[in-house]
């Protein structure tokens, strides 16, 4: 079993939509989770840091743990065109682990 | 501007060649990562640093090498026993300590010919 499982997509929504990423995880010592948005060829962004359960916001970006279900997501509200990148999930154990990334376009 | 640099941009290679990928840091970061990024299959570290003169192997270190003489840098050789070595390559740093986050580096795509 993988450390962290993610839903390659791809994602494609009209802008101005709600958009959801998630990622599920499989060690339930993993306490601090991140959230990158890559751009093709570039290098990851970190976007999102949080620590244990709970939601964290920032602009239009929401993240939120879910510790008792090993269960992250990140919430995006209204899409713009300039969001469509791959979105990474990443947590914290003694390296880090990371999802294989969500491809996601926003349409005009 | 603090941040992590890699050069080049592009990097070409032939076959039996060993090629060194920079990478360098201002922001004062203890730890130093290289990664691999293949399409379909996330990230994947080659080889880790946690402190000067020190570096530990990753998960697909056969065929890298590494070398941390500065804390501010920790380049990457890609030697000719590398059986498959066309990838985008990332350079990653953080402060020491299981709570702090990882920043990445603009990447160096190598391609073999």
């Known amino acids: 079993q993988k450390e962290v499982e993610q839903d390659p997509g791809p994602l494609s929504v009209p802008e101005g939509a709600i958009v959801s990423l998630n990622c599920t995880y499989s060690n339930s010592a993993f306490q601090y989770f991140m959230w990158y948005r890559q751009y093709s060829r570039k290098g990851p962004e970190l976007l999102m840091y949080t620590y244990s359960s709970g939601n964290k916001e920032d602009g239009r970006f929401t993240a939120q743990v879910d510790k008792s279900s090993k269960y992250i997501s990140l919430f995006i509200r209204d899409s713009q065109p300039s969001d469509s990148a791959t979105y990474l999930c990443?947590?914290?154990?003694?390296?880090?682990?990371f999802g294989t990334g969500t491809s996601l376009t926003v349409i005009p | 501007d603090g941040g992590i640099t890699q050069s080049p941009k592009y990097l070409f290679r032939k076959e039996g060649q060993n090629v060194t990928l920079s990478c360098e840091q201002n922001?004062?970061?203890?730890?130093m990562y290289w990664y691999r990024q293949d399409p379909g299959q996330g990230l994947r570290l080659i080889y880790y640093?946690?402190?000067?003169?020190?570096?530990q192997k990753g998960d697909i270190a056969e065929g890298y090498s590494v070398s941390r003489e500065k804390k501010e840098s920790f380049p990457l050789t890609v030697t000719s026993a590398q059986k498959n070595p066309t990838a985008f390559y990332l350079c990653?740093?953080?402060?020491?300590?299981?709570?702090?986050?990882?920043?990445f580096g603009p990447g160096t795509r190598l391609t073999v010919l």
């Open positions: 990653a740093s953080s402060l020491a300590g299981a709570k702090n986050e990882q920043f």
């Open positions: 640093s946690q402190i000067v003169n020190d570096f």
């Open positions: 990443a947590m914290r154990g003694n390296q880090f682990y």
């Open positions: 922001l004062n970061h203890d730890a």
